[in-house]
Protein backbone atom coordinates (compact mmCIF):
# COMPACT_ATOMS: atom_id res chain seq x y z
CA UNK A 1 0.00 0.00 0.00
CA UNK A 2 1.54 3.49 -0.62
CA UNK A 3 2.74 5.64 2.04
CA UNK A 4 3.08 8.97 2.36
CA UNK A 5 5.57 10.18 5.20
CA UNK A 6 4.88 14.15 6.63
CA UNK A 7 7.96 14.68 8.30
CA UNK A 8 8.18 15.74 11.97
CA UNK A 9 11.32 17.27 12.84
CA UNK A 10 9.70 19.53 15.95
CA UNK A 11 9.21 22.64 13.74
CA UNK A 12 5.37 22.65 13.90
CA UNK A 13 1.66 21.41 15.37
CA UNK A 14 1.22 18.24 12.57
CA UNK A 15 -2.00 17.54 14.02
CA UNK A 16 -4.02 19.38 11.49
CA UNK A 17 -2.02 18.35 8.69
CA UNK A 18 -2.32 14.97 9.19
CA UNK A 19 -6.09 14.93 9.75
CA UNK A 20 -6.31 16.80 6.19
CA UNK A 21 -4.13 14.12 4.73
CA UNK A 22 -5.77 11.18 6.27
CA UNK A 23 -9.20 12.16 5.01
CA UNK A 24 -7.97 13.15 1.36
CA UNK A 25 -5.86 9.52 1.31
CA UNK A 26 -9.09 7.87 2.03
CA UNK A 27 -10.99 10.00 -0.50
CA UNK A 28 -8.70 9.29 -3.41
CA UNK A 29 -7.43 5.63 -2.20
CA UNK A 30 -3.70 7.06 -1.79
CA UNK A 31 -2.90 4.46 1.05
CA UNK A 32 -1.09 5.25 4.64
CA UNK A 33 -0.32 8.55 6.28
CA UNK A 34 2.05 8.12 8.87
CA UNK A 35 3.85 11.25 10.77
CA UNK A 36 7.52 10.14 11.61
CA UNK A 37 10.92 11.42 12.33
CA UNK A 38 12.63 8.44 11.72
CA UNK A 39 14.92 8.35 8.63
CA UNK A 40 13.93 4.88 7.89
CA UNK A 41 10.58 5.64 7.22
CA UNK A 42 11.73 8.36 4.79
CA UNK A 43 13.69 6.04 3.13
CA UNK A 44 10.37 3.79 2.66
CA UNK A 45 7.98 6.34 1.92
CA UNK A 46 6.55 6.40 -1.57
CA UNK A 47 6.21 10.74 -1.17
CA UNK A 48 6.83 13.05 1.41
CA UNK A 49 5.59 16.00 2.72
CA UNK A 50 7.88 18.40 4.70
CA UNK A 51 6.20 21.11 6.78
CA UNK A 52 7.48 23.61 8.80
CA UNK A 53 6.26 26.72 10.88
CA UNK A 54 8.14 29.43 12.60
CA UNK A 55 12.07 31.01 11.23
CA UNK A 56 14.39 29.84 8.21
CA UNK A 57 17.28 29.49 10.59
CA UNK A 58 15.51 27.62 13.31
CA UNK A 59 13.42 25.32 11.10
CA UNK A 60 16.70 24.65 8.78
CA UNK A 61 18.97 23.72 12.08
CA UNK A 62 16.07 21.55 13.88
CA UNK A 63 15.75 19.74 10.60
CA UNK A 64 19.69 18.90 10.17
CA UNK A 65 19.92 18.09 14.18
CA UNK A 66 17.85 14.69 12.86
CA UNK A 67 20.68 12.77 11.90
CA UNK A 68 20.01 11.49 8.67
CA UNK A 69 16.49 12.79 7.96
CA UNK A 70 17.64 15.39 5.72
CA UNK A 71 19.64 12.55 3.89
CA UNK A 72 16.87 9.81 3.70
CA UNK A 73 14.48 13.23 2.10
CA UNK A 74 17.04 14.16 -0.23
CA UNK A 75 17.60 10.80 -1.17
CA UNK A 76 14.04 10.26 -1.81
CA UNK A 77 13.91 13.32 -4.00
CA UNK A 78 16.60 12.58 -6.51
CA UNK A 79 14.80 8.96 -7.29
CA UNK A 80 11.72 11.10 -8.11
CA UNK A 81 9.21 10.46 -5.48
CA UNK A 82 7.02 13.42 -5.07
CA UNK A 83 7.79 15.98 -2.58
CA UNK A 84 5.31 18.94 -1.22
CA UNK A 85 7.08 21.46 1.17
CA UNK A 86 4.25 23.55 3.22
CA UNK A 87 5.13 27.47 4.45
CA UNK A 88 9.02 27.19 5.57
CA UNK A 89 9.04 23.60 4.28
CA UNK A 90 8.59 25.53 0.76
CA UNK A 91 10.74 28.22 1.60
CA UNK A 92 14.27 25.66 2.57
CA UNK A 93 13.89 24.54 -1.30
CA UNK A 94 15.33 27.93 -1.83
CA UNK A 95 19.45 28.53 -2.28
CA UNK A 96 19.17 31.47 0.27
CA UNK A 97 17.38 32.41 3.08
CA UNK A 98 17.37 35.93 4.51
CA UNK A 99 15.38 35.63 7.50
CA UNK A 100 17.32 36.84 10.72
CA UNK A 101 20.73 35.94 8.94
CA UNK A 102 22.13 34.49 5.69
CA UNK A 103 21.25 30.67 6.24
CA UNK A 104 21.56 28.56 3.07
CA UNK A 105 18.37 26.32 1.96
CA UNK A 106 17.72 23.17 -0.23
CA UNK A 107 18.61 24.94 -3.70
CA UNK A 108 16.17 22.41 -5.36
CA UNK A 109 14.64 25.78 -6.53
CA UNK A 110 17.19 28.44 -7.35
CA UNK A 111 16.24 31.98 -5.49
CA UNK A 112 15.93 33.59 -2.04
CA UNK A 113 13.54 34.12 1.02
CA UNK A 114 13.51 38.10 2.06
CA UNK A 115 10.78 39.81 3.49
CA UNK A 116 7.58 40.79 2.21
CA UNK A 117 7.71 44.68 1.76
CA UNK A 118 4.36 45.90 0.41
CA UNK A 119 4.15 48.93 -1.94
CA UNK A 120 1.35 50.04 0.63
CA UNK A 121 2.68 50.99 3.62
CA UNK A 122 -0.79 50.38 4.90
CA UNK A 123 -0.69 46.76 4.36
CA UNK A 124 0.55 44.83 7.63
CA UNK A 125 3.48 42.22 7.75
CA UNK A 126 2.85 39.58 8.99
CA UNK A 127 0.99 38.85 5.72
CA UNK A 128 -2.04 37.38 7.23
CA UNK A 129 -5.56 35.26 6.14
CA UNK A 130 -6.68 34.46 2.71
CA UNK A 131 -6.08 35.75 -0.22
CA UNK A 132 -6.71 34.97 -3.74
CA UNK A 133 -4.53 32.43 -6.13
CA UNK A 134 -3.22 33.72 -8.77
CA UNK A 135 -2.12 30.57 -11.32
CA UNK A 136 1.11 31.13 -13.25
CA UNK A 137 1.63 28.08 -14.99
CA UNK A 138 -0.07 24.75 -15.01
CA UNK A 139 0.57 21.80 -13.22
CA UNK A 140 -1.22 18.26 -12.33
CA UNK A 141 -1.14 19.15 -8.47
CA UNK A 142 -3.34 22.27 -9.55
CA UNK A 143 -5.87 20.81 -11.58
CA UNK A 144 -9.69 22.13 -10.47
CA UNK A 145 -7.87 24.74 -8.57
CA UNK A 146 -8.37 28.45 -10.39
CA UNK A 147 -7.13 31.89 -10.12
CA UNK A 148 -9.45 33.58 -7.74
CA UNK A 149 -9.32 30.26 -5.15
CA UNK A 150 -8.87 31.31 -1.77
CA UNK A 151 -5.81 30.38 0.23
CA UNK A 152 -5.08 30.89 3.78
CA UNK A 153 -1.21 32.31 4.85
CA UNK A 154 0.56 33.10 7.77
CA UNK A 155 4.07 34.45 7.00
CA UNK A 156 6.78 37.60 6.85
CA UNK A 157 9.12 36.37 4.12
CA UNK A 158 8.38 34.91 0.63
CA UNK A 159 10.84 32.75 -1.77
CA UNK A 160 11.64 34.78 -4.72
CA UNK A 161 12.74 32.31 -7.62
CA UNK A 162 15.31 32.50 -10.07
CA UNK A 163 13.67 30.96 -12.87
CA UNK A 164 9.66 32.80 -13.91
CA UNK A 165 9.13 29.03 -14.64
CA UNK A 166 9.30 27.88 -11.26
CA UNK A 167 6.57 30.19 -10.15
CA UNK A 168 3.41 28.51 -10.46
CA UNK A 169 1.30 30.72 -8.12
CA UNK A 170 1.35 33.92 -6.91
CA UNK A 171 -1.17 36.51 -4.69
CA UNK A 172 -1.05 40.01 -4.67
CA UNK A 173 -0.26 41.78 -1.40
CA UNK A 174 0.47 45.30 -2.85
CA UNK A 175 2.83 43.39 -4.88
CA UNK A 176 3.29 39.83 -5.85
CA UNK A 177 3.63 37.79 -3.13
CA UNK A 178 4.98 33.95 -4.15
CA UNK A 179 2.65 31.18 -3.54
CA UNK A 180 3.44 27.75 -5.15
CA UNK A 181 6.88 26.68 -6.55
CA UNK A 182 7.69 23.84 -8.22
CA UNK A 183 9.66 21.63 -10.96
CA UNK A 184 10.30 18.13 -11.62
CA UNK A 185 8.63 16.23 -8.68
CA UNK A 186 9.26 19.09 -6.40
CA UNK A 187 5.90 21.07 -5.56
CA UNK A 188 6.01 24.19 -2.58
CA UNK A 189 2.98 26.27 -0.80
CA UNK A 190 3.67 29.05 0.63
CA UNK A 191 -0.01 29.07 2.12
CA UNK A 192 -1.04 25.92 4.27
CA UNK A 193 -3.20 23.48 2.82
CA UNK A 194 -4.51 22.12 5.58
CA UNK A 195 -6.11 25.27 6.61
CA UNK A 196 -7.27 26.45 3.19
CA UNK A 197 -10.53 24.54 3.15
CA UNK A 198 -11.67 23.14 -0.27
CA UNK A 199 -8.94 24.40 -2.33
CA UNK A 200 -6.03 23.29 0.47
CA UNK A 201 -8.32 19.59 0.72
CA UNK A 202 -8.22 19.13 -3.49
CA UNK A 203 -4.58 20.39 -3.31
CA UNK A 204 -3.51 17.46 -1.43
CA UNK A 205 -5.68 15.31 -2.88
CA UNK A 206 -4.12 16.20 -6.21
CA UNK A 207 -0.72 15.69 -4.89
CA UNK A 208 -1.60 12.43 -3.15
CA UNK A 209 -2.04 11.05 -7.11
CA UNK A 210 0.70 12.79 -8.60
CA UNK A 211 2.70 10.89 -10.98
CA UNK A 212 5.97 13.01 -11.66
Known amino acids: MPLTVLVDYDSGNLHSAEKAFQRMAAEVGAGDILVSSAPD ?11 GDGAFPACRRALGSFGGLFEAISDGVAAGKPFLGICVGMQMLATWGREYEDTRGFDWIGGEVTRITPADPALKVPHMGWNDLVIDHPHPVLAGISTGDHAYFVHS ?27 DN ?6 HPEKSQATGLRLIANFLRWKP
Open 41 to 51: DVARADRIVLP
Open 157 to 183: YHFRVADPAHLLAHVDYAGPITAIVGR
Open 186 to 191: IIGTQF
